[in-house]
Nanobody, 119 residues
Framework: QVQLVESGGGLVQAGGSLRLSCAASGLTFSTYGMGWFRQAPGKEREFVAAITWSGSMAYYTDSVQGRFTVSRANAKNTVYLQMNSLKPEDTAVYYC????????????WGQGTQVTVSS
């Protein structure tokens, strides 16, 4: 059974930092691309960042470029999202997801972790 478990969310002031982690089990982690998504209240879920299976390439939505960094540790079956210079508009539930094929939808999703940025 595949599980993706996010952690590291919380309440932080604007300008602060958080690091999210997503621990994967039940899959061959090193063969999956990993993504981070977020959903704010009343809004659609949106793409935040993604990293290829090898970690050689990373992608970001424009609003987080330069502030967030996605990385992975295949030996630990874990993907991270370092979030710096946080803004109130970053407030959302953050989800990690695993993707076996870049040309297809994400296969597995975590349950999410809440990030709240106060002004």
């Amino acid at each position: 059974q595949v599980q993706l478990v996010e952690s590291g969310g919380g309440l932080v002031q604007a300008g602060g930092s958080l690091r999210l982690s997503c621990a994967a089990s039940g899959l061959t982690f090193s063969t999956y691309g990993m993504g981070w998504f977020r959903q704010a209240p009343g809004k659609e879920r949106e793409f935040v960042a993604a990293i290829t299976w090898s970690g050689s390439m990373a992608y970001y939505t424009d609003s987080v470029q330069g502030r967030f960094t996605v990385s992975r540790a295949n030996a630990k079956n874990t993907v991270y999202l370092q979030m710096n210079s946080l803004k109130p508009e970053d407030t959302a539930v953050y989800y990690c997801a695993a993707q076996s094929n870049r040309n297809k939808e994400y296969d597995y999703w975590g349950q999410g972790t809440q990030v709240t940025v106060s002004s």
